[in-house]
C-alpha cells in the first residue's frame, strides 16, 4: 500500500536537494516519477527545482487552483507511476494534500512531499499542517543554527541582517535564516500573545 511521505526541516536544510536525489534514484533503475513544485516559487523560474548545490529539475508548476489528483491520474493512465514527488508542499492548500491522499490511496502511487513546517513567525503553513495531520511517515530533515543547536525555526531577516516579525506569511525571494526555537525567540516574534505571571 502507497504512503504518503512529509520530508520537513528548517530552511537551507537541504529538502530539494534530498527530493531531486530521490527522484533520481528512482529514475536510476527504471522506474516514472512526477515532480510538482509551486508556481509561487519564482526564484529560479516557474516550474522548476533548484538547490543550492546547484541541482536543478524542470516539474509541473502548480497554483492554488490546480488539482493534483487529477493530474496525477491522467499521467498515470499514459504510464503508470512509481512516485511523485512534492517541493515545497508547504504551499499546498488543504485540498490539494487530501489530493495528495487520494494519490496514495486510489492510484496506490508512493508521494513524497518537502517542505517546510512554520513560517517567518513560528505559525503552521496549512499545507505543512494536513500534511503533519496525514502523512503516514513524518521524515525530518535536520540542519543547525549558526548557535550550533538544532535549528527548527524560519527567521526572515532584511538587507541588515536583523529578524523581521511582520508582514505577509509568503515572501519569496526575502532573506530566511535557519535558527533554533532559543534564537529565534518564539515569544517575541509569534502573533500568540503571552506573559509569564
Known amino acids: 500500500m502507497a504512503k504518503l511521505y512529509f520530508y520537513y526541516a528548517a530552511m537551507n536544510a537541504g529538502k530539494s536537494t534530498t527530493l531531486l536525489q530521490a527522484a533520481y534514484n528512482y529514475e536510476e533503475r527504471g522506474m516514472n516519477v512526477l515532480l510538482y ?19 536543478s ?4 508548476a502548480f497554483g492554488s487552483d490546480f488539482d493534483l489528483y487529477v493530474s496525477a491520474r491522467a499521467a498515470h493512465e499514459v504510464r503508470p507511476l512509481d512516485c511523485v514527488l512534492i517541493d515545497e508542499a508547504q504551499f499546498c492548500t ?12 486510489r492510484l496506490d502511487v508512493p508521494v513524497l512531499a518537502y517542505g517546510l513546517r512554520t513560517d517567518f513567525r513560528g505559525e503552521p503553513f496549512d499545507g505543512s499542517k494536513y500534511l503533519m495531520a496525514w502523512a503516514e511517515e513524518l ?17 526572515r531577516v532584511n538587507e541588515a541582517g536583523e529578524q523581521v516579525m511582520e508582514g505577509e506569511q509568503v515572501a519569496i525571494g526575502h532573506n530566511y535564516v535557519a535558527m533554533s526555537r532559543r534564537e529565534f525567540d518564539l515569544p517575541s516574534v509569534s502573533p500568540i500573545e503571552y506573559e509569564p505571571g
Not at 516550474?47 to 543550492?52: D, V
Not at 488543504?94 to 490511496?105: K, N, R, S
Not at 521524515?139 to 524560519?154: L, Q
Open 37 to 55: 513544485t509551486p508556481s509561487v516559487d519564482d526564484r529560479f523560474g516557474v516550474g522548476k527545482i533548484t538547490s543550492r548545490i546547484g541541482l
Open 139 to 155: 521524515v525530518e530533515i535536520k540542519t543547525i543554527c549558526g548557535s550550533g543547536k538544532k535549528a527548527t525555526m524560519n527567521a
Open 57 to 60: 529539475r524542470e516539474a509541473n
Open 94 to 105: 488543504p485540498a490539494q494534500v487530501m489530493q495528495l491522499t487520494l494519490i496514495c490511496d
